[in-house]
């Protein structure tokens, strides 16, 4: 009997989240990518529309990468086979 778990399943996209207010004071807008480059190319957009920048230098680039976060593993965030192997009531294959 096949299982109920494709390789998808077996891939997990952890996103990487920024808060541009860790930065820059009162900035209420946030970011999440699956990469640092992802970061970095949203809040580079971000500086020059809504808050005027005309160039992203590397002092803001450091403060941005030190400000981002990746949240920690939880169970529920597993691949399914991970938690799938971890469950008591194991369904048949």
Avoid: N, Y
Wanted: hydrophobic share 35%; glycine share 6%.
């Amino acid at each position: 009997m096949p299982t109920l778990c494709s390789k998808t399943d077996e891939m997990e996209v952890r996103m990487k989240h920024f808060a541009c207010g860790d930065v820059v004071p009162g900035c209420a807008a946030t970011f999440s990518a699956p990469t640092q480059q992802g970061i970095l190319e949203q809040v580079a957009g971000h500086a020059r529309r809504d808050h005027g920048l005309t160039e992203v230098g590397d002092e803001l680039v450091s403060k941005v990468v030190a400000a981002t976060t990746e949240p920690a593993r939880h169970a529920w965030s597993q691949p399914l086979s991970a938690a799938r192997k971890r469950s008591t009531r194991m369904m048949p294959r």
